[in-house]
């Protein structure tokens, strides 16, 4: 069994939606969660990370971490073509010498 | 140049070829990593530096040779790869590795084609 596990997509809105991407994991040693965005042909940027429950918010991004239920998300409101790319999670715990551990990403398009 | 940069961008190389792919970081940081991004696989982390020693090999073929001279650059040599070994290879920074908080930057890797 996979540490985590990321809703595989492929996801397709339409302009304006609001979009949601998920992970779960199983390691509970986790404590520092983290989303990249990657575009094609391109390496990963951070876009947020986070080292509690709760939720925290970046212009039309969200993060949300529910450790009780070791489940992640990554909210997009008004979503635009140019969100249009691949969404990696995640995380790492110090007993992993701060390697991170990804989930295997979501490809997502957003159509004008 | 800011942030992390890798060099070269795309490369085609015969299994009996020797090559090298560099990397540079102009963040600050002390910890390097190379991963391997695969088609529909995730990241695979190769390897780890952290303040130029070595502190992780993920079990990687010794084909594939890092070398860490500083803490701002970072190789990886390639000897008699196989074609399976074609993907896109990723090179990362951050402050220092085992921190709880290591948040990794990312440069725009190397396409890589193994012939």
């Known amino acids: 069994q996979k540490e985590v596990e990321q809703d595989p997509g492929p996801l397709s809105v339409p302009e304006g939606a609001i979009v949601s991407l998920n992970c779960t994991y199983s390691n509970s040693a986790f404590q520092y969660f983290m989303w990249y965005r990657q575009y094609s042909r391109k390496g990963p940027e951070l876009l947020m990370y986070?080292?509690?429950?709760g939720n925290k918010e970046d212009g039309r991004f969200t993060a949300q971490v529910d450790k009780s239920s070791k489940y992640i998300s990554l909210f997009i409101r008004d979503s635009q073509p140019s969100d249009s790319a691949t969404y990696l999670c995640a995380m790492s715990a110090k007993t992993n010498a701060g390697k991170s551990t990804f989930g295997d990403g979501t490809t997502l398009t957003v159509k004008p | 140049e800011t942030g992390v940069t890798q060099t070269p961008r795309h490369l085609v190389m015969g299994m009996t070829n020797k090559k090298s792919l560099k990397c540079e970081q102009h963040?600050?940081?002390?910890?390097m990593y190379w991963y391997k991004q695969s088609a529909k696989k995730p990241l695979e982390l190769m390897f780890v530096y952290n303040f130029k020693e070595q502190t992780e090999n993920n079990s990687v073929p010794s084909r594939f040779s890092p070398e860490c001279p500083n803490s701002s650059h970072l190789f990886l040599h390639l000897h008699t790869l196989q074609p399976e070994d074609s993907a896109l290879y990723l090179c990362?920074?951050?402050?220092?590795?085992?921190?709880?908080?290591?948040?990794?930057?990312f440069g725009p890797g190397t396409r890589l084609t193994v012939l």
């Open positions: 986070t080292y509690s429950s």
């Open positions: 990362a920074s951050s402050q220092v590795a085992g921190g709880l908080t290591d948040t990794q930057y």
């Open positions: 963040l600050g940081h002390n910890a």
